[in-house]
């Protein structure tokens, strides 16, 4: 299909989008039709539903099922049960389903049970703690108004009994108390002081012995110069409590004696969420009061950062205003930042001798990672003696006299990739863990004799787990994973020789500090404002972190168009495919905005808003430009292809392991009937996969690992060869049919844009250039010349330059870019 200039095909609401309602009365929407309920034959039907739309993946293992519904039956009859409750769900939410069919809405793969909607699925506690979560971080009024209007009353009400139910209720009445007290705050600070009064005095209809609301209440009544009706919520909340045989708090008395004494009130006075008497009730550990202290105020984006061996000398990595990297250090006292004299350089690690591990020439490789020359330097100064290539990460043996007594190879710990896999080795050539996805942050053990790192699935995804290897003992070299899933997880360092501190999210990039020791156990340390990456912590506690604005944004220029244009919609903004008249732009929202599943956007290139088609990762357009490619990102994950006009999804037949995972690289044979892709196997590296659209995936490269496509237009126009990056990031030719590479000359470390409509040329960018020069590169010849150079305007913060999008002419052209802005603080008072 191609589209004129001004239409745009309507994206119509189907028959597979799901609306589950949890808060309050449970109903089930189909397309927009609410299930009746006579329908549901059984109440285990429907309590199979509420279940797995209450857990985070939506999927649970049939044993987890049985344990929380059918406890007291035997396993035979409780699986019979649950069976039958499956089979009851899926003709309630499907009623013509035919027999045999699959069930688009409930999923089972061997022992597994999955929620699932092919185009949509909308949960409302879902987005009422996303809203809220928005409402309380940014002090967003708007957030916090739908999210209280999403509460139509506590969680599951006909379900007052389940127990498995109660902690989740009192969890999100807490949520929205909250949420309801920051709301009224939100509108006192702008004068509109009745919604927020009444706000505060359902919240005490609720529970009358909630001395916050009453303080708030008693603030609020102040500020309007109501003095007595303040005085009279003293009497209120001092009524209600004797009623309990308590006292009010000090606090509540003190704030009493000011309005007698006929002062104004700050609406906030410095109270805290939840009463004294409250926090002491629900966790009797000791509340700190953490302080941060700015340490940097430039603008630009800091890489990494460490603390001196005594703690006093912050040594970090910044590029300021749009200008090279660089290896400052400060004094954390002083805040004067001066340079150490080497640029395009820096920090892996500082070592208990203050020797920098720095990393030179660093450039972007793909996702999330970058490489660099591995040296070692003084801050004193002096040429770096540059050790080990392409390397990754690397952190310093905690050791004095290492180097005294043994190698460099002893001494350091490093990541980088070998035989198409990620590697952790340590010693330096020696491999303790690998995997298909990426490692980051490794950092020993205060002893040096565990290292811990964050282990990510995806390349190009920072979702993933923290885990640790043990060097010494009886399960060395043995990886032990110790925390769950984190959508995003970046920033790592040891607090203790049993405790490590990470910072991670479960959605979005709102990254918060958070510990783990080595059974498991995690506790919440800190959340402020944003998100935070973790760089160090001192012996004290305190914690070295870059407060990060980070967004992924879309520019593009077109055939009609003089200078480039945003095309960017939320925070993170991935371009993923543009169609062959330029008109329709593909891209993946992956940040706050598409929450832990993702979402796939269409958009028009001439400013048009987008449009959101789908959950899941988008990857490529079909060659008539009706599907979108998708990857949904719920367990397990799926190839999907999501109509963009009027029409229904169509699941591709999944790969056979559970262990696999799809990575953002994929695109259509021309003829539209097949697909290549690329996944990986757990611990294996990347390999390509060809899958007819009603077919079985194949795996077209079985003796080679480490294998990537950058582009959805990797594929030649008469649909033989295909451009790909082999293990030692040389771009090849492959021929699909006779599984036979040729390696183009002049062409090492380079990417593939796509390739012309003749067949003639390649389109190609060296990997990690910023600027981004695309080059023509002509086959038969082996010549390239300067074709585009991409940048956006303002550089500031700006080190990579993601996928490049090119038309068949390579005349119009869209690409996303990060654009990461950070300023370095110290934590202290953390506990």
């Known amino acids: 299909m191609v589209y004129s200039q001004n239409s745009m095909p309507n994206i119509q609401q189907n028959s597979f989008s ?23 034959l059984r109440r285990s039907a429907k309590l199979i539903v509420k279940l797995l739309a209450l857990k985070p993946r939506r999927g649970l293992h049939r044993e987890q099922v049985i344990d929380l519904l059918w406890t007291e039956q035997d396993f035979e009859t409780a699986s019979n049960n649950l ?57 967003n009024i708007e957030a916090g108004k739908k999210a209280l209007n999403l509460y139509r009353d506590d969680l599951l009400t006909e379900d007052i009994y389940e127990d498995w139910l109660s902690a989740r209720r009192e969890s999100l009445r807490l949520l929205y108390r909250k949420v309801a007290t920051k709301t009224a705050e939100l ?58 045989g308590l006292e009010p708090e000090t606090e509540t008395v003190k704030l009493e004696e000011i309005i ?12 805290e969420l939840g009463s004294a008497r409250q926090q002491q009730q629900s966790s009797p550990a000791q509340i700190s009061s953490p302080r941060m202290r700015q340490i940097t105020f430039q603008r630009g984006g800091i890489q990494s950062a460490r603390f001196s061996p005594d703690d006093q000398i912050i040594i970090y990595s910044a590029a300021w205003e749009g200008g090279s990297l660089e290896i400052y250090a400060t004094h954390r006292e002083t805040g004067e930042s001066r340079s150490v004299g080497v640029q395009g350089a820096s920090i892996f690690s500082v070592s208990l001798t203050g020797e920098v591990a720095a990393a030179l020439n660093r450039k972007f490789l793909r996702g999330y990672t970058s490489v660099g020359t591995l040296a070692r330097m003084h801050l004193s100064g002096g040429v770096p003696r540059a050790l080990f290539e392409n390397v990754q990460w690397a952190d310093w043996f905690p050791d004095k006299e290492c180097f005294a007594g043994f190698s460099a190879n002893q001494c350091l710990a490093v990541v980088r990739d070998s035989k198409g896999k990620n590697c952790l080795e340590y010693p330096v050539g020696q491999t303790l863990f690998e995997t298909g996805g990426w490692i980051s942050h490794p950092r020993f ?52 020789e049993d405790e490590i501190w990470f910072t991670a999210a479960r959605e979005g990039n709102a990254r918060a500090i958070r510990a783990v020791d080595l059974k498991g156990k995690e506790r919440l340390i800190y959340r402020g404002m944003g998100s935070m990456t973790l760089h160090d912590i001192t012996k004290n506690s305190e914690a070295l972190v ?67 088609i789908s959950n899941g990762s988008a990857l490529a357009l079909s060659p008539d430009g009706k599907f979108a490619l998708v990857r949904l990102t719920a367990a397990p994950q799926q190839l999907a292809l999501v109509a963009i006009g009027a029409g229904e999804i169509k699941l591709l037949a999944p790969a056979k392991s559970e262990s696999f995972f799809y990575q953002p690289w994929a695109c259509f044979f021309p003829d539209g009937k097949r697909i290549l892709f690329a996944v990986n196997e757990k611990n294996k590296g990347t390999q390509l996969y060809v899958q007819d659209i009603n077919g079985e995936p194949e795996c077209i490269t079985p003796e080679e690992e480490g294998v990537e496509i950058s582009s959805p237009r990797s594929i030649s126009p008469d649909g033989e060869q295909v451009a790909i990056i082999n293990a030692e990031n040389s771009l090849c030719l492959f021929e699909i049919k006779n599984r036979k590479y040729s390696m183009l000359k002049n062409l090492e470390d380079y990417l593939p844009v796509r390739w012309s409509g003749d067949g003639k040329y390649l389109f190609v960018r060296k990997r990690g250039q910023v600027p981004a020069v695309i080059y023509r590169y002509e086959l038969a010849t082996e010549q390239k010349e300067d074709w585009l150079e991409l940048m956006p305007k303002d550089a500031t913060g700006v080190d990579e330059i993601l996928r490049v999008l090119l038309t068949a002419d390579g005349k119009s052209y869209a690409y996303s870019f990060t654009r990461e802005l950070s300023d370095l603080y110290v934590i202290e008072g953390l506990q």
């Open 546 to 612: 870059t407060v990060d604005k980070t967004r992924i944004q879309i520019a593009g220029r077109f055939s009609d168009k003089a200078a480039e244009q945003n095309l960017s919609w939320h925070d993170w903004s991935l371009a993923r495919d543009l169609s062959d008249d330029s008109k329709i732009l593909l891209f993946t929202e992956a940040g706050e905005s598409g929450g832990s599943l993702y979402a796939t956007y269409i958009r028009k290139t001439d400013g048009s808003s987008a449009l959101r």
């Open 18 to 40: 799901l609306e589950i309602f949890l808060l309050g009365e449970f109903k089930v929407k189909v397309g927009g039709v609410p299930v009746e309920e006579h329908l549901w």
């Open 83 to 139: 069976n039958k409750a499956i089979y009851m769900a899926r003709r309630a939410m499907e009623p013509n389903l035919s027999k045999g069919s699959h069930s688009q809405f409930i999923l089972t793969n061997k022992q597994q049970i999955i929620l699932h909607s092919p185009v949509s699925l909308f949960i409302d506690v879902e987005e009422f703690e996303r809203l809220a979560a928005v409402a309380l971080k940014v002090n």
């Open 187 to 244: 509108y006192a600070e702008r004068n509109e002081y009745e919604p927020g009064v009444e706000l505060l005095n359902k919240l005490l209809a609720d529970d009358a012995t909630d001395e916050h609301t009453h303080r708030q209440l008693m603030s609020i009544y102040a500020q309007t110069g109501s003095r007595y009706q303040a005085l009279k919520q003293f009497e209120q909340c001092r009524s209600a409590l004797l009623s309990l």
């Open 260 to 271: 007698k004494n006929g002062k104004i009130v700050p609406i906030k006075a410095g109270f």
């Open 445 to 496: 053990s205060p002893a040096g004799d565990k290292i811990a790192f964050i282990e990510h699935p995806t390349l190009a995804d920072d979702s993933g787990v923290v885990a640790v290897v043990h060097l010494v003992g009886e399960n060395s070299k043995e990886k032990q994973v110790l925390t769950r899933d984190w959508v995003s997880v970046q920033g790592l360092a040891w607090a203790a």
